[in-house]
């Protein structure tokens, strides 16, 4: 008895001596210089330039889209930083610009950070945070 328990008490050392990290460990935010504290850091220049509460938007953007620009939601089609609705493309945007930009007034420039964040800027001016239900 006295040697099995010497046995698993000199394994048990030896395995608390190195550390195994699991392989499922979750990178620490802020690392990647995406997010930091469930925010979206390397979009806020966007924010502030369309005149955006900064921290409030840059968390609703972190939740919506998780800060990928090409995000899309399959069931309400939703797209981009913001998952501002296509309809909103002709509504609050202006196809001229688009036009000017893209050559056409397209859906697909949701999928632009700064078309995206400017289409928001819109919406929240109508809507104000309502427009997103993770505010709710």
Known sequence: MTRRL?????????????????????PIPGLDGTTVDGRCTQWEHLLEANGLPVEQFS????????????ARNRSSGARG?????????????????????????????????????HLGRAIYDRQGTNAWAQTR
Do not use: F, K
Not at 59 to 70: A, G, K, L, Q, V
Not at 88 to 107: F, K, N, P
């Open 81 to 117: 930083l913001l998952q501002v609705m296509p309809q909103h493309v002709t509504r609050w945007g202006s196809c001229t610009d688009l036009m000017r930009e893209y050559g056409a007034c397209t859906v697909d420039a949701l999928y632009d950070p700064g078309w995206n964040v």
């Open 59 to 70: 968390r609703i953007m972190y939740r919506e889209s998780r800060c990928n620009p090409n």
């Open 6 to 26: 010497l046995a698993l008490t000199l394994a048990a050392l030896m395995l608390s001596a190195c550390h195994i990290p699991w392989p499922t460990e979750p």
